[in-house]
């Protein structure tokens, strides 16, 4: 029988005289919590204490702000790169809206870019089913292609900045796909923890964090066919991460087009969350492993970003992750599960 989930949870609390209160007294708590597959650590902290900073989006649409784009239908065919003859004949793929190009600056063998829209300028409503699902379904195509193309690349990425928060360059909606050799610390440290308990306890840890977070309830949002959502027990973004695990998806091979479709609904659902709350910026990422293993279950996680202040427009990333690689969390993943149940529609 698979060794049980363990999430770990040590509660803490910090005394001071406290100048809003006469300098009284005043006990404050806080958690950290340790990752039940990896073991890494999280603080939980400003409870309650941090609101999202909302901008004028269309403000980046100004001359001003946007300069020159080189995504825009007016300068992409002239200012982007096309594949080589052996990885897309056409050069620049593209269907509907969304169209692939490789990366200027790659960060890998096989780097792409996915322009995601026509418009310069788009806000979460506007990512309807047909941009999201032309998206995707163009970039695992890229995926696979790169299978047959570069087979010794065995790891395979979706990466998505989305919004000036996030940390991405250009506002015009893009995302990011990798095959590659080297995924990333996280993803790494992911894999080599799942290979060890599958070879431990001869199950997957996705299904099994997946029958334990369903017993319980404290942080299952719901299941669109075969994809399911939780708020993640750990978070790397200041207003909580949402997961979304695909258990019997573990590689580029296994996507479909029903995956696809799935992870669209789920993540339309969380896009009418973030508006609630006047979140615009995120980060995301889709991990997809090696062929022929069983261990490591696709997954997606998105988390949101905003700036702390418009005043300095301050960024919600400081030395806890920057230099401790600590994660800093002001919304506990139970509170997150309940606000966003209510906003998942399961179809």
């Known amino acids: 029988m698979p060794a049980k989930i363990t999430f770990e949870i040590f509660e803490s609390e910090s005394t001071f005289l406290d100048p809003r209160k006469n300098y009284e007294p005043t006990t404050i708590k806080f958690q950290v919590r340790t990752d039940p597959l990896t073991g890494r650590t999280s603080h939980f902290s400003h409870l309650g204490a941090m609101k999202a900073q909302k901008l004028d989006l ?107 928060p996030s940390g991405g360059g250009l506002v015009h909606p893009h995302q990011q796909y990798f095959a590659t050799k080297h995924p990333g610390n996280q993803f790494t440290d992911e894999l080599k923890a799942s290979e060890a308990y599958f070879a431990t306890n001869g199950a997957s840890f996705w299904q099994s964090l997946l029958e334990e977070e369903t017993r319980t309830g404290e942080r299952y949002i719901g299941r669109i066919r075969d994809s399911h959502w939780l708020s993640s027990f750990v978070s790397f973004s200041f207003y909580g991460d949402i997961i979304c695990i695909f258990p019997d998806v573990f590689s580029i091979d296994d996507i479909t087009g029903d995956h696809i479709d799935d992870l669209v609904s789920g993540l339309r659902n969380v896009f009418r969350y973030y508006e609630s709350i006047d979140i615009y910026s995120f980060n995301a990422a889709l991990f997809l492993g090696p062929k022929d293993q069983q261990s490591f279950s696709c997954h997606f996680r998105i988390s949101p970003r905003t700036f702390l202040n418009t005043r300095d427009f301050a960024p919600d990333m400081n030395f806890f992750q920057a230099i401790l690689a600590e994660p800093i969390c002001v919304k506990l993943p139970e509170k997150l599960c309940r606000e966003v149940k209510s906003f998942f529609v399961i179809s």
């Open 58 to 164: 269309e403000s980046y649409a100004q001359p001003v702000l946007k300069g020159f784009c080189p995504f825009c239908l007016e300068n992409r065919e002239k200012a982007t790169p096309k594949f080589t003859e052996d990885v897309f004949p056409e050069g620049r793929p593209s269907k509907g809206e969304a169209t692939l190009i490789p990366n200027l600056f790659p960060y890998d063998v096989q780097s792409g870019i996915m322009i995601m829209t026509d418009e310069h300028v788009v806000a979460l409503p506007g990512f309807h089913e047909k941009r999201l699902c032309d998206a995707f379904s163009l970039g695992m195509e890229f995926l696979k292609r790169t299978r047959t193309v570069d087979p010794a690349l065995p790891y395979h990425l979706m990466c998505w900045n989305y919004m000036p």
